[in-house]
Every structure is written in C-alpha cells, then in structure tokens.
C-alpha cells in the first residue's frame, strides 16, 4: 500500500476552509495518513508554498510548518493540534515567520497552492533545535523511505 497523506478538512488540489488561514482562526487542519512502509522509525512534515509572493511570478518558498521525529505509528493529527498534543517525541522546526508551529495560508496576492508533504524516515533524528526547513531536509538526505503529499488552494477575497 502506498503512502498516502489526506485531510477531511479540504480534499487533494481543493481550496482550504478560510477558517485555516489568516481570514479564520487560523488552525492546522486535521491531517491522516495511511501506508507507512516497514522499517520506518519516524516522520517529518513540511508545509509550504512555493508560490511566494505572488503566483505569477514567484521569488520563493514560503514554510508553514516543520515537524520531525514524529512516531510512525501515528496516523495523523488533529485539528489545531497543540503542542502539549503533538504524539510523543515529535520536534518543531521554526516556519518562516521565524516561530515554531503553524501559520496558516495568508497570500499577499493570487490563487496559492500549499503543500503537505510527509516524509517516512529510516532513523529518528537528533534533537536539531527548532530547524529552518532547510536543515531538516539536510538532515533527512539519505533517510527517506517515502513521502507523500497532499495540496491545498488558497486566495484571499
């Protein structure tokens, strides 16, 4: 079975509810996944949209949400998920608003596309404190298994 990452919030290529964006409250959405393969000893999540700062003419990747070390007998999280709630052992990476945790779709301009994508690592990574995206992705190089992803539109009115 295939590694696959859902949402009951928004289906795949569908637009995100307002109320998990800079518009509403601002909550992640719940997220599941199913098919993570053997051997698998964590998972990472990454969120963002390449689409910064406008769509027809993109200059960079904006991150919303790093998350690693998550446990792969989780399957999923839930909606708004605290930190106090996160399943046992998961690590924050800092967003692009230089914080931990999620920030919600906020596009100056035009229709955005974000992406969650789930990587099944073969190792449990070190305490990395608070990395950028980038560091994780350093830091996961010659451990994935298999990511997936799921995407979701957004356009402020």
Request: with cysteine; proline share 11%; aromatic share 8%.
């Amino acid at each position: 079975m295939p590694l696959i990452i859902t949402s009951p919030s928004f289906m795949h290529d569908r637009v995100i509810p307002p109320h998990h964006t800079c518009d509403g409250v601002n909550t992640s959405p719940q997220l599941a996944w199913s098919g993570v393969p053997v051997g698998a000893k964590s998972l990472a999540l990454i969120v963002d949209d390449p689409d910064a700062p406008d769509p027809a003419a993109p200059k960079m990747t904006w991150v919303h949400w790093v998350l690693y070390n998550i446990p792969p007998d989780a399957s999923g999280l839930t909606e708004g998920v605290a930190v106090k709630d996160l399943p046992a052992g998961t690590l924050q990476g800092v967003n692009d608003w230089r914080r931990t945790g999620y920030g919600g779709p906020c596009p100056p301009v035009g229709k955005h596309r974000y992406f969650f994508k789930l990587y099944v690592l073969d190792t449990v990574l070190p305490d990395l404190k608070h990395p950028a995206k980038a560091a994780l992705e350093r830091a996961m190089r010659g451990h994935v298994l298999a990511q997936s992803e799921l995407i979701g539109l957004y356009q402020r009115q």
